[in-house]
C-alpha cells in the first residue's frame, strides 16, 4: 500500500458501520429480555403519538416501504404491542396504535436503549458524548 492510501481505519464508512455494529453488540442483549429488537423499537417509538398513524405515514417516517412497514406491523400485532384498525375518515387506511403492552415495552426498551449507548460511549467524556450526538444529528440534518 502507497502512503497515500487511506488506511482503512481512516475512512469513515468503515468506522460508521463499525460503530453501529459495536452499539448493537450492546443494544440487543440489552433489548433481548423485552423480546424486542432495536428495528422493533423504532416502529413503536414512531407511533407512539397522540393521533394513530396510518401504516404508510410510519412507514414514510421510518424510511422503509410499505411492505416492510407491513410485516412489521403484523409482527408486532402477533405480539399485542400494536393495534391496527381502519380509519374512520378512510376505510382503505389502516391506523396503528401502541397497545398498554407496547407502551410499556417502548418505556423499558427506552431505557435499556440509553444504558446501552451509555456504555457504548463510556470512553468519551460527557461533553464529547454530546458533540458526538450533535454531529451525527447536523451531518442526517435531523433535531
Request: a negative charge; zero cysteines.
Given at each position: 500500500?502507497?502512503?497515500?492510501?487511506?488506511?482503512?481505519?481512516?475512512?469513515?464508512?468503515?468506522?460508521?458501520k463499525h460503530a453501529q455494529l459495536r452499539?448493537?453488540?450492546?443494544?440487543?442483549?440489552?433489548?433481548?429480555?423485552?423480546?424486542?429488537?432495536?428495528?422493533?423499537?423504532a416502529v413503536l417509538t414512531v407511533l407512539d403519538t397522540a393521533v394513530p398513524l396510518a401504516q404508510q405515514q410510519a412507514a414514510s417516517r421510518l424510511g422503509i416501504d410499505r411492505t416492510t412497514m407491513v410485516e412489521l406491523v403484523d409482527q408486532l400485532?402477533?405480539?399485542?404491542?400494536?393495534?391496527?384498525?381502519?380509519?374512520?375518515?378512510d376505510r382503505r387506511r389502516n391506523l396503528v396504535q401502541l397497545t398498554g403492552e407496547g407502551r410499556r415495552v417502548l418505556t423499558d426498551g427506552a431505557r435499556a436503549t440509553r444504558a446501552a449507548e451509555s456504555t457504548f460511549l463510556a470512553a468519551l467524556d460527557p461533553a464529547a458524548a454530546e458533540q458526538f450526538r450533535k454531529s451525527l444529528k447536523l451531518l442526517l440534518g435531523v433535531d
Open positions: 500500500m502507497s502512503a497515500d492510501t487511506p488506511q482503512l481505519h481512516d475512512r469513515l464508512g468503515y468506522l460508521l452499539l448493537a453488540e450492546h443494544a440487543g442483549p440489552a433489548l433481548a429480555p423485552l423480546g424486542v429488537t432495536g428495528r422493533d423499537l400485532e402477533g405480539r399485542g404491542l400494536v393495534a391496527r384498525g381502519p380509519d374512520p375518515a
